[in-house]
């Protein structure tokens, strides 16, 4: 019985200590994050199917610049085929290769639902994520694991990585829901900078 | 007048008789009034003529649109707009209302696949076959591939693997571009371009235009909005959203304003009238409302509820009659005398009122005309009943000298031409002036409450949902398989012509033609499947996709398909059954078919561009218009039926110049309807009331009820014998006073706008009639 009792308690306490954990982590990232209103990284992708005998590979440059001013998002892939978007103000523009054109109002509601996302987790405000998601300690220490209360027919958990002075995100970990995986590791980050031109089409 | 001096024997002879003849028109009234089939439809304002607006404006009220509540949610993102449109509608009790949501939801690669054999006619089996070359299958993958690899990555996987070689492109074709595109939203519903609005639209569960379920749709909308707190705004616009603010306007204005207006009654008859005989006259309107009211349904079997309103405010227009004939049989002069002196006056004062009314039944406006009968109905059982049954009544004539002892006499005096011109002449042009001062709004919104704020909303989520940024097209056919041939080819037509068209057609097809499309898709699947397993498997291959990987395409594969009917779960599963019923409705058979249509980049396309773009063999089932359109119209038909309100108050003033003969006696008896109308109009205008359908509808009854005191006043001056007249005045007016100019101070604006008319008119017109006609009366004689 005592046995037992230690059994359970051990269980509680680790529990106890793991949300705590993940309470510690958020604040944290929460207060590293808020810090930060303009990056420039680039990007690498990497997606492994099981279906697909070999992972898929890509890469390319996000940007982004949340002033009172003006928001801008730029997200291209360069690598192995240009195509991306640049979103300023609720105004999109499209392209695939060389080929750039103005996104229609449905495609404008699609991707401002896609922005609204990404800005969310920008300003990564806990108790908003908190709401929507379970959220569990991830792979490693720096790590935070997110699972949609809500089942999504996108991806069934995010996890995210942090720098270790969590002033940035060094890397996103998507699962989809045939346990898929796709990785974008961000690295030369330039935090709260001028966008270079390169943040330009 | 000898004649009506001996009328007052021959009735008191016959009086069982005539009593017995109203006993029996006022209870067939009353038996008539109980089976009264009374109907709200706005098409009774539309003039006969115009055959197209009256067919559209039924199509639109008994098209389930009508009644659909559109909630706008505004928060700071997307995501918090959504989450607020979902409390509001988790909060909506589900027995007043449902959320429907005019897209398409839950759309997986494998209810695309079911959806696809009823869609496969023989363009698509010319794609689909196209799409098996090597080469596009190839093509297909790579770009299959590009889309893991991209954006798309994990979200792209169930498509990529469900639906690899891009089979629902047959079925998005359909669709307009902008659609197919939002087909695969990324919200659970409606967000709108700026990505910080939600849409949500209720329909009410039980009947459309029941008044308090709006009440209840609407409270549920504005609690959950204070819940939500003030980072999001709510904002409602569609037909509950104005039947709710009536209704509780209404509401309120009756507990306010009904029990003053009792009491006032109460004490203008226990101050004037001092008699039980009076509580005749109480009765008099009542039983003259009823017998019009009877007699309006014997000639329009379905009489409109707005007409009974308005008749059931000349009540006080009724009781005219019998007032004065209480007073002057009180006046202490013999019956004979009082029928002799008094019935003059009154038959004038009622054939004025008569004639105006009379004109009103030309009018083209179905509406109108059942106003005017109605009207002279009642103002002709309301004389009938005061001049033929009250004065044989218990009690009505006694006592006598109540009046005899307080009434002044006036003897010998006539109306002084050149005052009378003076003051009628200045009368005149300040009423001119009036006129052009007041601005006119006819529309019937005007007459909602809380209209300016539901109109800023309205407009607000009309620019942002583009909810009647275009026009629609209404195709009247025999079946529901005709309506959905005739709107799919006229939305071709259309299309092919630059129309944008959103069409249920697009998403159900007739049973026939689905069913041969089915048969096709079965013999296709049944000749290709072998062709299209080698093609798909080498080309994974080269492709680096394993060979598993498009099982789930295969697995999902619809093998001896049958035909997707109206009924389909699958329709209702995707969320399209909802848009259909919108569009293709007319009761059970669903004959009629929506089709809205926008002129995308040239807006300044109109309704006969539209029509013209119709296959001529369909124009004569098609009817075009705009979805404000009704509004517009109702408010340009009433403009134009001014002109006989107009004609009809010149009418009697023409026969009041007949009637009276003495120009200087007219222009005194003109005086109060002057006045009175001036005074109504000031009071518009100084109030910032526009001239709308409420106040132009209370202008006959001051208008009438100025006249007879007029003619009545004149009458008495001139012949030197108050006979009870002034303390008659002074009851007819307070009591239309008491019962409809209180309504000033109604909240409701159709209500505060007709009592601010009859209110002001009426103080004005007591003023005129026993201050200023008497000051345009000098003695009789020769220097007068």
């Known amino acids: 019985m005592r046995v037992l009792a230690c059994f359970v308690l051990t269980l509680v306490c680790a529990s106890a200590s793991a949300a705590e954990n993940v309470d510690a982590l958020l604040e944290k990232a929460s207060a590293g994050l808020s810090r930060t209103f303009a990056l420039e990284a ?112 996108l991806f069934s958990s995010i996890e995210l990585t942090f720098s270790s002075d969590f002033s940035r995100i060094e890397e996103l970990r998507f699962t989809g829901r045939q346990e898929d995986v796709t990785t974008i590791v961000f690295d030369a980050q330039r935090v709260n900078g001028e966008l270079s031109e390169d943040c330009a089409r | ?116 054999p009823s869609f496969f006619t023989p363009e698509a089996e010319a794609t689909l076959t196209d799409a098996l070359s090597e080469n596009t299958v190839r093509e297909r993958l790579r770009d299959a591939r590009a889309a893991l690899q991209g954006m798309g990555g994990t979200a792209a996987v169930p498509w990529v693997r469900g639906d690899p070689l891009r089979f629902r492109d047959v079925l998005l074709s359909r669709l307009p571009s902008g ?127 707005l007409v009974l309103g308005f008749g059931m405010s000349l009540m006080g227009l009724a009781e005219d009659y019998a007032i004065h004939m209480h007073f002057a049989l009180r006046s202490g002069q013999n019956e004979a005398r009082v029928y002799q002196d008094a ?152 299309r092919k012509n630059g129309w944008k068209v959103t069409t249920p057609s697009d998403f159900l097809l007739p049973e026939k033609e689905a069913k041969d499309n089915c048969a096709r898709w079965n013999r296709w699947l049944r000749q290709n499947e072998p062709l299209l397993h080698a093609r798909l498997e080498k080309a994974a291959q080269d492709e680096t996709f394993r060979a598993e990987a498009f099982r789930p395409f295969f697995d999902a594969l619809p093998r001896d398909a049958a035909p997707l009917t109206a009924d389909a779960p699958l329709l209702r599963e995707l969320g399209l059954r909802e848009p259909i019923s919108m569009a293709l409705f007319d009761q059970e058979t669903e004959s009629r078919i929506l089709l809205s249509c926008s002129a995308q980049d040239r807006p300044e396309r109109g309704a006969d561009d539209l029509r013209a773009a119709i ?66 109009l000031a009071a518009l205008r100084l109030l910032d009331l526009p001239l709308n359908l409420a106040s132009l509808s209370a202008l006959p009854i001051v208008f009438g009820l100025a006249l007879d005191h007029g003619v009545m006043v004149t009458h008495a001056l001139e012949r030197g014998q108050d006979g009870g007249t002034r303390r008659a005045v002074v009851l007819s007016s307070l009591t239309a006073f008491m019962s409809m100019g209180l309504l000033a101070f109604s909240e409701h604006p159709a209500l505060r706008s007709m009592g601010c008319v009859i209110f002001a008119g009426l103080a004005a017109e007591l003023a005129a009639a026993l201050w200023i006609i008497p000051r345009l009366y000098v003695k009789k004689g020769p220097g007068a």
């Open chain 1, 42 to 153: 680039r990007f690498h992708q990497r997606a492994d199917f099981a279906f697909m005998d070999v992972p898929l590979e890509s890469s390319g440059k996000l940007c982004f610049s949340l002033t009172e001013r003006q928001k801008i998002i730029f997200w291209e892939y360069r690598e192995p085929e240009r195509s991306g978007f640049r979103w300023v103000d609720g105004d999109v523009e499209l392209w695939t290769g060389q080929d750039s054109r103005p996104a229609s109002d449905a495609e404008k509601r699609f991707l401002n639902g896609m922005t609204d996302q990404l800005l969310q987790w920008i300003s990564f405000d806990p108790r908003r994520l908190k709401k929507r998601y379970h959220v569990s300690p991830g792979r490693t220490p720096l790590s935070l694991r997110f699972v949609p209360k809500e089942e999504s027919a």
């Open chain 2, 1 to 116: 007048m000898n004649a009506l001096s001996r009328l007052y024997p021959v009735l008191k002879r016959r009086r069982t008789a005539v009593l017995a003849f109203f006993a029996c028109v006022a209870l067939l009234s009353l038996l008539r009034v109980a089976h009264l089939s009374l109907n709200s439809s706005s098409v009774v304002f539309l003039p006969d003529a115009d055959a197209d607006m009256r067919l559209a404006a039924e199509l639109l009220e008994n098209s389930p649109m009508s009644g659909m509540l559109f909630v706008d949610v505004e928060a700071a993102n997307a995501e918090d707009a959504l989450a607020a449109a979902d409390v509001i509608e988790k909060r909506m009790p589900p027995e007043t209302a449902r959320a429907v949501r005019f897209r398409v939801s839950g759309m997986t690669p494998d209810k695309t696949l079911r959806l696809l």
């Open chain 2, 179 to 305: 659609d197919a595109s939002s087909v695969l939203s990324a919200f659970s519903r409606p967000v709108s371009a700026d990505g910080r609005h939600s849409l949500l639209i209720f329909r009410p569960s039980g009947d459309a235009l029941d008044a308090s379920a709006a009440l209840v749709m609407v409270q549920s909308v504005h609690d959950s909005a204070r819940l939500l707190g003030d980072d999001v705004t709510v904002r409602m616009s569609g037909g509950p959203r104005y039947a709710a603010a009536n209704a509780r306007a209404i509401e309120h204005d009756i507990r306010r304003i009904a029990l003053l207006s009792l009491a006032g009654l109460a004490l203008a008859y226990a101050l004037l009238a001092r008699s039980w005989g009076a509580l005749w006259i109480f009765l008099t309107p009542m039983a003259a409302t009823a017998i019009a009211a009877a007699a309006t349904a014997c000639v329009w079997p379905v009489t409109s509820g």
């Open chain 2, 343 to 494: 019935l003059p006056p009154l038959t004038q004062g009622f054939l004025l009122n008569l004639s105006g009314f009379a004109v009103l039944l030309l009018s083209s406006i179905p509406a109108i005309r059942q106003m005017a009968f109605f009207s002279v109905a009642s103002l002709t059982a309301g004389f009938l009943l005061a001049v033929l049954l009250l004065p044989f009544l218990p009690g009505f004539s006694a006592p006598k000298r109540l009046c005899a002892e307080r009434a002044p006499r006036v003897v010998g005096r006539q109306a002084s031409l050149f005052l009378s011109l003076i003051v009628c002449g200045g009368l005149f042009l300040a009423c001119f002036a009036s006129l052009a001062g007041v601005r006119a709004d006819f529309s019937p919104r005007a007459l909602s409450a809380d209209g300016p704020l539901i109109a800023r909303d309205a407009a607000l989520m009309r620019d942002l949902w583009h909810l009647d940024s275009g026009m629609n097209v209404i195709l009247t056919a025999d079946s529901r398989d005709d309506a959905l041939i005739m709107g799919s080819r006229c939305a071709d037509a259309l």
């Open chain 2, 615 to 680: 296959p001529p063999e369909y124009r004569a089932h098609a009817l075009v218009f705009s979805p404000r359109f009704l509004e517009t119209s109702v408010a340009e038909r009433f403009r134009q039926e001014k002109t006989l309100l107009l004609f009809a108050e010149l009418l009697a003033l023409l026969l009041l110049a007949l009637f009276l003969r003495r120009p200087a006696k007219v222009l005194a008896a003109c005086a109060p309807p002057l006045l009175s109308l001036i005074a109504a």
